[in-house]
Structures are given as C-alpha cells and as structure tokens.
C-alpha cells in the first residue's frame, strides 16, 4: 500500500490546504478565475482519488478492479489538463487566440486521452496487465505525457514572459502561476521514466501548494478588502457620512441580545429630530434642504465626538452614549441645547433632542429606552416651536 499511502497524504494535504478555496463563496464573492480554479481542485481531488484506488487494487492483485480504475485515472488526469487551461485563460484574463489555443489543446489531449482509453479495450495501446499481473504501460501513455509537457511548457513560458509586461502587484501571482506549470512539467518527465512512483501526484500537490500561498491567499485578501469596503459603503448615509438606518438596525440588535442575556452595561440615547426641513425644501429647494440636514448633522457630530450617529430617517438623528459620552452625558446635552438656542437666535439650524438611560432591572429592552428619549425629544421640540415664536 506504500503507493496508495502517498495518493491519500497527497488528498488530505490538498483538502486542508486549499479548504477555503473548495467551498463554494457567497456569490457576491465569486468571480470565474476563482470560479475555474475551484471546478479545477475538484476535479483534482477525482484523480487522487482514482490514484489511491489504483494502487490499493494493483497491490491487491485485483486485476479487473485495477483495469477499471486505470481507465478512470487516465480520464480524470486529461480532465485535470483541460481544467488547468480553463483556469490559466481566465487568470490572464485575454481572450486572445494565444489563450484559446490553449484551451483548444488541453481538450484536445483530454479528448485524445479518452480516445485512446476506448480504443484500449480492443488494443492495448495505453496499457495492459501481462498473465502474471504486472501492469505495462503502452506507447498512448507517453505519447499522453509529453502532450502535456508541451502543453504545461508552453503555458509556463507564456505567463514567466508576460510578468514582465504586468503592473508590480500581479507580478508575483503571473510567476507563482508560471512557476506551478514549471513544477509540472518536471514532474510529469519525471512520471514518464517510472510508471510506479506518484510523481503527477507530486507535481499537482506542489503546484496548487504554490498557488493556494502565493496568489490565492493574496486575491482573498485583496477581495475581503474589496467586501469591507462596500459593506463600510452600506452602512453609511451618503448625505451626512454618519451611520445609516441599517447600521442603527444592526447595533440595536445588538444591544438587544445584550439586554436579554442581562449583560449590557451602562448606556443612553438621544433622539433627534430637525425642526423647519419641510419648510427650507418648500421655500428654498431640495438643495438647500440637504444642505440643512449636513449642518444640523455636523452640529450633532461636533457635540457627541465619541459616540456613534446614526440617521435614521429623513430629518432624525439617533446618538448611542457609552463610556466617556455616557459619563458626560448631561453636560453634552447641556452644551448642545446652549447651541439650538443660539441658533434660534442667529436663525440656525434648529434641533430638538430627549435624551434617556437605561434602567438595567427595569426596563426589559432597546425600545423602552428609545420611547422615553423619544417623548422627551418631543417635549423639547414644543418648547422649541415657543420660543420661536
């Protein structure tokens, strides 16, 4: 079973190794480079399976079971080609005849390959087991073999020259890619001079080793960049640049879970609401209806440095106090209060706020505070309206 052993090493190595890649991604996710090469890991991990097979059988002396398999591990050998090139067009990215020649060959060796296998049922030109069961390789098979050294010679050469011809960062993924192919070819050499030795196996483990380390790890990284970006983008309000509705959902629950499972600590709210927007976008525009809500925005921000802000509604504005804000709470509010009546004066913007704590034992969730800031802020928006006047 010395055979078989490394065919199972080879599988195990390559499932942990490229686990991440396997599984199928978030389609948000998913792009066809990463799409091909993980079709292509897959169709790998038949081939290793259909080595182990191959040796467990031969070792055995089961010789139908031995022949059946030998067809499947020729298969899923030309298959694997055919997989790699789909990959390597994709990873180039180029639609060019060059690359289509390459898809176009590795087919054709998988084609060949199959070819080859029917017609060895009538003439063992690919193989045979002799009387005594010895397995002998026929002409087909190294002529299988050195069509794919051509062909993984050809791609390594093309993507080693086009490194040079790429901006910094693809540098290194273009010479991990060529470098895999190099790794390949060696060895497949190598299993052409003794058909008893997994040396494909070896080349394909060390191969995809490269990639998964040099260019998969680095394209994931460069996609979480990329996701956490856009999920920063989604969780901001695009007038003001605060935290948006979702965001202000999301910390809610939160807080809510916390509440339920009594280990949330200490916290206020202040509600916010902008006083006159219907009347500044009737009298002088949308535009200077947003222009509004900015400063009022800012004026809010300015006051509450260290607490979250979150819009949530066309003129609301929600503040999360805990920590140095919580502590402080009174006189922030006090201070901010101090600035709406200025503002009344000056004919600023104008914000009614109400602000609340929760009552750990008392109340039993997120809302019971909301709904006494909220009341408060109410109140405070009537007082406003008075002094207006």
């Not at 396997?22 to 990463?34: A, D, G, N, Q």
């Not at 809510?256 to 600590?265: C, Q, R, Y």
């Not at 509004?292 to 802000?309: A, D, E, G, V």
Request: hydrophobic fraction near 45%; charged fraction near 25%; include cysteine.
């Amino acid at each position: 079973m010395h055979y078989s052993s490394f065919g199972m090493l080879a599988l195990v190595i390559h499932i942990i190794i490229n686990f991440g890649d396997i599984k199928k991604l978030p389609l948000e996710e998913r792009s066809e480079v990463h799409s091909r090469y993980r079709i292509f890991l897959i169709g790998l991990m038949v081939y290793y399976v259909a080595d182990i097979f191959w040796g467990i059988f031969y070792e055995l002396g089961i010789i139908p079971l031995a022949y059946i398999d030998t067809v499947f591990f020729f298969a899923s050998m030309g298959l694997t080609v055919f997989l790699w090139m789909r990959y390597i067009v994709a990873f180039l990215d180029q639609r060019s005849l060059i690359s289509k020649a390459f898809v176009y060959f590795g087919g054709a060796i998988f084609a060949f390959q199959i070819l080859a296998l029917v017609i060895n049922f009538f003439i063992p030109i690919v193989f045979h087991f002799e009387k005594d069961k010895k397995y002998v390789p026929g002409n087909a098979r190294y002529i299988m073999l050195g069509l794919q050294v051509v062909l993984f010679t050809a791609t390594a050469s093309y993507t080693l020259i086009r490194s040079f011809r790429v901006e910094r960062k693809d540098k290194l993924h273009h010479r991990a890619v060529g470098l895999s192919g190099v790794v390949m070819t060696i060895f497949i050499i190598l299993q052409t001079m003794d058909e008893f030795l997994p040396f494909y196996a070896v080349g394909c483990l060390i191969a995809t080793s490269i990639i998964h380390t040099f260019v998969e790890v680095d394209e994931k990284e460069e996609r979480d960049r990329q996701l956490g970006s856009v999920r920063r983008l989604a969780y901001i309000d695009s007038l003001t640049h605060v935290k948006n509705h979702r965001a202000y959902l999301e910390n809610k629950a939160i807080f809510e879970e916390l509440i339920k499972d009594n280990e949330m600590g200490d916290f206020g709210i202040v509600v916010f609401d902008i006083n006159d927007l219907k009347t500044v976008n009737d009298t002088q525009g949308h535009e200077a209806g947003d222009r509004y809500i900015q400063r009022s925005s800012r004026l809010i921000c300015s006051t509450f440095k260290h607490s979250p802000i979150y819009r949530v509604g066309g003129d609301e504005f929600v503040a999360f106090l805990e920590g140095e804000d919580y502590e402080n709470r009174n006189i922030l509010l006090e201070s901010f209060n101090a600035k709406i009546d200025n503002n009344l004066r000056c004919d600023g913007v104008v914000i009614a706020s109400g602000m609340d704590t929760y009552k750990k034992g008392t109340d039993t969730g997120f809302d019971s505070v909301f709904e006494r800031a909220d009341q408060k802020m109410y109140e405070n928006k009537k007082e406003l309206k008075e002094k207006r006047r």
